[in-house]
């Protein structure tokens, strides 16, 4: 079956880094769109990058400049690396895969989730 298993959160403070992984099994990961969402407290759930099968990546503005998000395929994981953490950031950030082989990933539903893995940025 399909997993997501997401590692690499912890409590940091400002202006911190930490980098996240997402190891993918029971689906061809090379061909699916790959990303990241969050939640923090109180607030929407929220698209943070957004990974195609080719590379091409896509970010929220938020994120643009701090955040990198690759993947490894022959290792079948995906990684977020996020510096410059801010508090506001504190959230809980989820691995997420499209469901079939498609393109234009940052505009695409994505249907497996995994447990997700929580960031803590303190001031």
């Known amino acids: 079956q399909v997993q997501l298993v997401e590692s690499g959160g912890g409590s940091v403070q400002a202006g911190g880094s930490l980098r996240l992984s997402c190891a993918a099994s029971?689906?061809?990961?090379?061909?699916?769109?790959m990303g990241w969402f969050r939640q923090g407290p109180g607030k929407e759930r929220e698209k943070v990058a957004t990974?195609?099968?080719?590379?091409?990546?896509g970010y929220v503005d938020s994120a643009k400049g701090r955040f990198t998000i690759s993947k490894d395929n022959a290792k079948n994981t995906l990684y977020l690396q996020i510096d410059s953490l801010k508090p506001e950031e504190t959230a809980m950030y989820y691995c997420?895969?499209?469901?079939?082989?498609?393109?234009?990933?940052?505009?695409?539903?994505?249907?497996?989730w995994g447990q997700g893995t929580q960031v803590t940025v303190s001031s």
């Open positions: 990974i195609d099968s080719d590379g091409s990546t």
């Open positions: 997420v895969a499209t469901i079939v082989s498609t393109r234009g990933c940052w505009t695409r539903t994505y249907g497996y």
């Open positions: 029971g689906f061809t990961f090379s061909n699916r769109c």
